[in-house]
């Protein structure tokens, strides 16, 4: 089992910013996916950001150029540092861990942290 905690959300205006953090801990394996997810009210859960071992990171369309997906391996830490954000960006966000075993491909969310953004 992997456990996922987030931390960092919040509320912010249009054009500030926040860092949403994700310490994972458990049964991670050297290889590996993380990400971030979001989920606003009436809508499909969607991909943010994603960042893999060898730190190769997907962007969604949205997100490019205002949000930075990073890690920090020693700690098992998962960041996403979002900038000039919007009142569309208000949502749910999950982080998210896929292990990349030949046999394990064991995926986990976390609880979820509430970003809005005003107007």
């Known amino acids: 089992q992997v456990q996922l905690v987030e931390s960092g959300g919040g509320l912010a205006q249009s054009g500030g910013s926040l860092r949403l953090s994700c310490t994972a801990s458990?049964?991670?394996?050297?290889?590996?996916?993380m990400g971030w997810y979001r989920q606003a009210p009436g809508k499909q859960r969607e991909l943010v950001a994603t960042i893999t071992t060898s730190d190769t990171t997907n962007y969604a369309d949205s997100v490019k150029g205002r949000f930075t997906i990073s890690r920090d391996n020693a700690k098992n830490t998962l960041h996403l540092q979002m900038n000039d954000l919007k009142p569309e960006d208000t949502a749910i966000y999950y982080c998210?861990?896929?292990?990349?075993?030949?046999?394990?491909?064991?995926?986990?969310w976390g609880q979820g942290t509430q970003v809005t953004v005003s107007s």
């Open positions: 998210h861990l896929e292990n990349l075993g030949s046999i394990d491909r064991s995926r986990y």
């Open positions: 458990g049964r991670i394996l050297s290889r590996y996916v």
